[in-house]
């Protein structure tokens, strides 16, 4: 029981993935209206749309014309990560973001930690030029260039239909982010998170980090997939984590033993009349 409070963020973030991929089986293989689609256009009771922002940009650089309902559920989505966090997305929804968890488990058991020299927040920067690169392709060929290779569609398909060949691209995200860079796929590569990591933000949900509490112990840079959100911060100043690539997935707070880290509602403006944005990175 103790260890499932620990661990209830994962727990939760892990229901989360999967209803919403069973929803997606069960509208193809029942018939079911809650949520039908796929993670680049769904529908949710048959009524409200939700559309992937970046998948919708790269469909206006292929020339497509764009429906009032795909434009709708941009709002939608943006609405609604922009108030509980971006990467919330990759933490809560995606499926993919299941591979990539159980690789970096198996790197911190097989101690792959020392070669992630080549791991810096310069190389993570690289996602926000694949997803202009793609956006441009998009444009060249015509139609929605990251949809092609992209492991969320594949993953969401296969689930909904049939996985055929897609396996081996997930296996070898798989064996990239176990085996040669630490978060690579997630944390360097993914337009879809970079895309997120803007949405989000100005996100209200936040990780906030009491300097009172914490000792230093480094659980949670050990833990966390984008390390670099939290080192301005940690042991350094009480203060959210307001690194736009942080997931909110909560591993920070389930694995510090200090109570150090929870989950709060970022206020711009404390009570002091400052900008707390300026007090951070
Ligand atoms: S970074 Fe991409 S693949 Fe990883 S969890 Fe986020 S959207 Fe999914
Ligand atoms: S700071 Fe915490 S919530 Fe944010 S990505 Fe890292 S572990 Fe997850």
Known sequence: MGSIIKNKYLILRRISQLSILFLYFAANAYGWKILVGNLSFSKLFNTIPLSDPFAVLQMLFAGAAISADLILGVFVVLFLYGVIGGRAYCSWVCPVNMITDLAAWVRRKTH???DNLISTTKTRKFRYAFLVVLLIASAFIGAAAFEFISPIGIFTRGVAFSLGFGWIWLLTIFIFDAFVLKNGWCGHICPVGAMYSLVGSKSLIRVYHNKDN????GECLNICPET?????????KSDYINGIECTNCGRCIEVCNDNALNFSIRKYINSKGENNEKTTN
């Open 228 to 236: 670099q959100v939290l080192t301005p911060v940690i042991d350094k």
């Open 214 to 217: 914490c000792t230093a112990c």
């Open 112 to 114: 792959h930690e020392k």
